[in-house]
């Protein structure tokens, strides 16, 4: 199984390069020449077999460089009940709010309790194998630049990884509380966390510099190390996310919600695009899905897209409750494109530089249809998020995040526009208690609540009596390790001294 670029289709190069390298020379990004299809009777198959049987079989299908015991190794030490509180890693829970049924699928029991640790708790491994593979085993030096849950989830998954080093930025001023004591606190040997002054953008725009300079890259090679990454559109990180759509048709399947072949729909709230875009190699291969309902909050460049065709990225930029969604280029989206296109890389890449050069595209009325036909756009704005929280907490039993509400909310919204009872699984990426403020004031009838991160966790529990994850609950009594702020123009040597280089 090879892999291509979204922007040239003559690049064809192996799953362990495609992992190694993150993103192709050309500026695309790596997708599968071809698509495994399963039967009914795979399925069926998968059905009988545990959260980690399944994700094997899916992750061998493509990963055809790689054999079956590197594999079957790289998700034992992934999803483990230590790191995820039981064993099933992904656990679907049946609600009901507003008379709208829905399977909600908690992607949220790892170290982090955000849903990146799908992700981020097997790429190490994966990654490291490949490197293996493609780089004679030089040590890999993982740099994030991060606005908060990526950062941490990078942290816990490469903490202590044999052959890997790992150094995350965050802006100063630009995370959460939570966030950073998370991220402060982080143990292991061969981590390194150090904040900027500057915002987001100033910790990206340095990164990608320290990438791309060829004295620190020289430095690095000298030392037998080199650059990687572990970004959002790295094909590790996108590949092990579809294993959960698959999982919750199987664990709805056993738990007699469905029957095998019945249509679903998905419902994801969405920001890089990366979630969404699993679900739809899903159903690629054979997973029976009717509709992707896409839900967004206030920056809702994808509403509409999926309803008029044109993406637009010239607009107000909101920072909202659900701030993991706060994203006006969805980098994954060019995936769906290259595919919904038929591999016309000609095309993606006449998108992509228009995107680039003024902040637009519009795609033809052929492709917008394809696009409409199987996705469903909408968005909630942040009061809407949080009556959504009251509700479903009210009338459900249910405490969800903001970004999770924005999710249900949307599908709420679509239920009532369409009648579509399709059985739907509603996914959930993050705990509220990682976003204990804006969940507090959703459920709280007080007039005043605390300022304090773990006093308004502390007030959540006792008013909702929902259990606190016991990593975030721990961290109140951890020693914060890492309290450096650097400027931007540091960032170069802080990465070669913390390597031990000069
Ligand atoms: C990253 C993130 C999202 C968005 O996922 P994408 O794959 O970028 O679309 C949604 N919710 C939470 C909590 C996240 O951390």
């Not at 966030?179 to 040997?189: A, F, H, I, W």
Request: hydrophobic content about 35%; aromatic content about 8%; proline content about 4%.
């Amino acid at each position: 199984m090879k892999y291509n670029s979204t922007t040239n289709t003559d690049v064809s190069v192996s799953a362990s390069q495609a992992i190694s390298q993150g993103i192709s020379d050309d500026g695309g990004l790596f997708v599968p020449c071809e698509i495994p299809r399963y039967s009914m009777d795979d399925i069926e198959a998968l059905a009988k077999t545990d959260y980690c049987g399944r994700a094997k079989k899916i992750l061998s299908d493509y990963l055809d460089d790689f054999t079956l015991e590197e594999i079957d190794e790289c998700v034992t030490k992934a999803y483990t009940t230590e790191k995820f509180g039981a064993s099933n890693p992904a656990p679907v829970v049946y609600k009901t709010n507003n008379g709208v049924e829905m399977n909600i699928l908690e992607l949220w029991h790892g170290p982090t309790c955000a849903f990146k640790d799908m992700a981020l708790q097997i790429l190490p491994h994966l990654l490291t194998k490949s490197l293996k593979k493609t780089a004679n085993g030089k040590e890999a030096v993982i740099l994030v630049a991060t606005s908060g849950d990526t950062g941490k989830a990078a942290l816990e998954g490469f903490k202590d990884v044999d052959g890997t080093k790992i150094i995350v930025f965050y802006p100063k001023n630009g995370v959460s509380p939570m966030q950073e004591r998370q991220m402060n606190t982080q143990l292991g040997d061969n981590v390194n966390v150090c904040s900027i002054k500057g915002n987001f953008d100033d910790a990206q725009t340095g990164v990608k510099k320290i990438f791309t300079t060829d004295d620190i890259k020289a430095a690095l090679s000298e030392n037998n190390m080199l650059f990687s990454s572990a970004n959002s559109i790295n094909w590790g990180r996108l590949l092990p996310q579809i294993v959960y759509y698959f999982s919750a048709y199987c664990d709805m399947l056993n738990d007699g919600k469905i029957k095998l072949g019945e249509k679903i729909n998905v419902c994801v709230p969405t920001g890089n695009f990366g979630n969404i875009l699993a679900s739809y190699y899903a159903m690629r291969m054979g997973l029976p899905v009717k509709k992707f309902i896409c839900a967004s909050n206030s920056n809702n460049v994808l509403t509409d897209f999926i309803r008029s065709g044109e993406y637009n990225k010239n607009r107000d930029f909101y920072t909202t409750i659900s701030p993991s969604m706060d994203i006006l280029v969805s980098s994954n989206l060019e995936r769906l494109l290259y595919h919904l296109t038929d591999c016309d890389d000609k095309k993606v890449k006449e998108w992509m530089n228009e995107l680039k050069s003024k902040g637009s595209y519009i795609v033809g009325e052929g492709l917008r249809s394809k696009i409409t036909e199987l996705f469903y756009g909408g968005f909630c704005d942040d009061e809407e998020t949080k009556n959504t929280i009251k509700s479903m907490f009210d009338e459900a039993s249910y405490l969800c995040d903001t970004h999770t509400a924005v999710a249900i909310n949307v599908y709420e919204n679509y239920v009532k526009s369409t009648g579509d009872n399709t059985p739907t699984v509603v996914v959930s990426t993050a705990s509220p208690y990682k976003f204990s403020k804006a969940v507090l004031e959703a459920v709280s009838t007080s007039e005043t609540l605390p300022e304090n991160e773990f006093d308004m966790v502390d007030a959540l529990h006792a008013l909702t009596s929902q259990p606190v994850p016991a990593p975030l609950a721990a961290l109140k009594d951890r020693k914060i390790r890492f309290n450096n702020i650097i400027s931007v123009d540091e960032m170069p040597q802080y990465v070669l001294s913390s390597l031990g280089i000069k």
